[in-house]
């Protein structure tokens, strides 16, 4: 059983920054495939940025060259993080942290699949004013 708890979340200003992170803990390893969705009130859920287990990285079109996603599993828990840079009004959403194993069949690669992940995290609230 995996377990994940997000932080970081906040109010900030359009422009500024912030960054996410997502503990795993329980039993989880490198063989893990994580990614972060987001949804926002009145829409549906949609991914952000995702690792494989190789290390490749993906991003949607919308956060690609503001948002990062980087690992760090060096300590007895691996936790996952979103920096996010430059802002928009339209990035305020939850933000969730989400695991699956793999590879697998239905995953070979970082993927922004919601329902192929397994492992859910509660999410942290992000809200960005003009």
């Known amino acids: 059983q995996v377990q994940l708890a997000e932080s970081g979340g906040g109010s900030v200003q359009a422009g500024g920054s912030l960054k996410l992170s997502c503990e795993a803990s329980?039993?989880?390893?490198?063989?893990?495939?994580m990614g972060w969705f987001r949804q926002a009130p009145g829409k549906e859920r949609e991914g952000v940025a995702a690792m494989y287990s190789d290390g490749r990285l993906t991003y949607s079109d919308s956060v690609t060259g503001r948002f990062s996603i980087a690992e760090d599993n060096t300590k007895l828990t691996l936790t996952l993080y979103l920096q996010m840079d430059s802002l928009k009004t339209e990035d305020t959403a939850m933000y969730s942290c989400?695991?699956?194993?793999?590879?697998?069949?239905?995953?070979?690669?970082?993927?922004?699949?919601?329902?192929?992940?397994?492992?859910w995290g509660q999410g942290t609230q992000v809200t960005v004013s003009s």
């Open positions: 989400a695991a699956v194993l793999c590879p697998r069949s239905s995953v070979t690669g970082p993927t922004l699949d919601q329902f192929v992940y397994t492992y």
């Open positions: 329980g039993n989880i390893y490198r063989g893990y495939c």
